[in-house]
C-alpha cells in the first residue's frame, strides 16, 4: 500500500504539543533542544508553556512569527522519533506544513527548514501589519462558483480577495481587504452557500495582500541549500509531484500570495497511487480532509503524540 506522509500548517498547535515526546524520547528530544540552538531562544518555552496564565501562553505561541518554527519543529521531532519505521513514497504539506514535507523528504536540512519558517512566520506577520486584511472559511460552494463571486467583490472596488486554501469538496477559505472578505461573504451566502465562517487570522494568508513578504523570503529562500528530494513533494501551487530543487524554490515563494490547492493535491496522489496517509504533527485536520476529499473509508493515521507514536510502533 503506497503511503504518503502530510504535515499541517496553522491552526493545529496547542501549548503543550510535543511536551510528552521530549520528555520520553531522546530522538525528538535532540531535535527539540537543536531548535533552541538554531533559532537562539527558547522555543519549547512557547511550544510546552511554563504554567503561567494558560491565554497569554496561547496568543503567544498564535503569532505566526513562533506558530510556524513550532509545527515545523513538532512535526521534524516526530519523525526522528519514528526512526526507521517512518516509511514513505511521497510527502505534502498544508501551507506552512509544506516546509516540513520537504525537510522530511531531504530536500533540506532540519537547521536551514527552521531557519526559513521562522524568517517567513516574522515576514508575513509584517505583511500582515503593512497591509490587514482577513480570512474565511465559505462551506457549500463549488470552486468555479467562489471564484467568480471573489473576481466580482474585487471588480466592484471593495479591494482584493481570492480563494486562499481550497481544503476539501465545498470546503474553501477566501482572503483578501477585509471589506472584500466581507462582499463575498455576503455574496456565498446570497448564493446559497451552507455556512460562512470569518476566520481569527492576523493577516490575509495566501493572497496579493502578503506581496510585503516576498523580497524577503525570496532572499531567504536563495541562501537556502536545497537539494533534490528522495520522494517526490506534493506542492501547493502546482498540485504536482515534484524533485527538482529550481522550481521547489520557485513555488515556495510563489506560495505566500497563490492558493494552497489542498483538495486537488490529495486527489492527484490518489490517482497516483497512493492509499494510505500519514499525519505527523499535532491534531488530525489533514486526516478529515483526506477522509472529506477520498472517502471516509481512506485509510489515515495520525502521529504526533507519545500515545498515538507508541501505537504506530506497535
Not at 30 to 53: H, I, P, Y
Not at 246 to 253: K, Q, S, W
Request: glycine share 10%.
Amino acid at each position: 500500500m503506497k503511503t504518503a506522509f502530510l504535515f499541517p500548517g496553522q491552526g493545529s498547535q496547542f501549548v503543550g504539543m510535543g511536551r510528552d515526546l521530549y520528555e520520553h524520547n531522546t530522538a525528538a528530544r535532540a531535535v527539540f533542544e537543536e531548535a533552541n540552538n538554531v533559532l537562539g531562544f527558547s522555543l519549547t518555552d512557547l511550544m510546552f508553556g511554563k504554567g503561567g496564565d494558560s491565554d497569554a501562553e496561547a496568543d503567544e505561541l498564535r503569532k505566526t512569527q513562533n506558530t510556524q518554527p513550532a509545527l515545523y519543529v513538532h512535526a521534524l521531532a516526530t519523525l526522528a522519533a519514528m526512526k526507521e519505521a517512518a516509511v514513505f513514497e511521497a510527502t505534502a504539506g498544508h501551507s506552512l506544513g509544506e516546509y516540513s514535507a520537504l525537510a522530511a523528504a531531504g530536500a533540506c536540512t532540519f537547521a536551514d527548514g527552521l531557519r526559513a519558517v521562522r524568517l517567513r512566520g516574522e515576514l508575513m506577520a509584517q505583511a500582515g501589519t503593512e497591509r490587514s486584511g482577513t480570512m474565511a472559511a465559505i462551506i457549500g460552494m463549488a470552486n468555479d462558483t467562489l471564484e467568480a463571486l471573489c473576481s466580482e467583490a474585487t471588480e466592484a472596488g471593495e479591494g482584493v480577495v481570492q480563494p486562499a486554501n481550497f481544503n476539501s469538496p465545498g470546503q474553501i477559505v477566501v482572503s483578501g481587504d477585509v471589506s472584500a472578505v466581507a462582499r463575498t461573504m455576503a455574496l456565498a451566502t446570497e448564493k446559497g452557500a451552507t455556512k460562512v465562517v470569518p476566520l481569527s487570522v492576523s493577516g490575509a494568508f495566501h493572497s496579493p495582500l502578503m506581496a510585503f513578504a516576498v523580497p524577503g523570503l525570496g532572499t531567504g529562500l536563495q541562501k537556502m541549500d536545497l537539494c533534490s528530494p528522495q520522494v517526490p513533494v506534493y506542492l501547493n501551487v502546482t498540485a504536482k509531484p515534484e524533485t527538482q530543487p529550481a522550481v521547489i524554490r520557485e513555488m515556495l515563494l510563489a506560495q505566500l500570495t497563490a492558493p494552497v490547492r489542498w483538495a486537488q493535491t490529495l486527489e492527484q496522489m490518489k490517482a497516483d497511487g497512493f492509499e494510505r496517509f500519514v499525519e505527523v504533527g499535532p491534531g488530525n485536520v489533514l486526516s478529515g480532509l483526506v477522509k472529506r476529499t477520498l472517502g471516509r473509508t481512506t485509510p489515515t493515521v495520525q502521529v504526533g503524540t507519545l500515545d498515538q507514536l507508541t501505537k504506530f510502533l506497535g
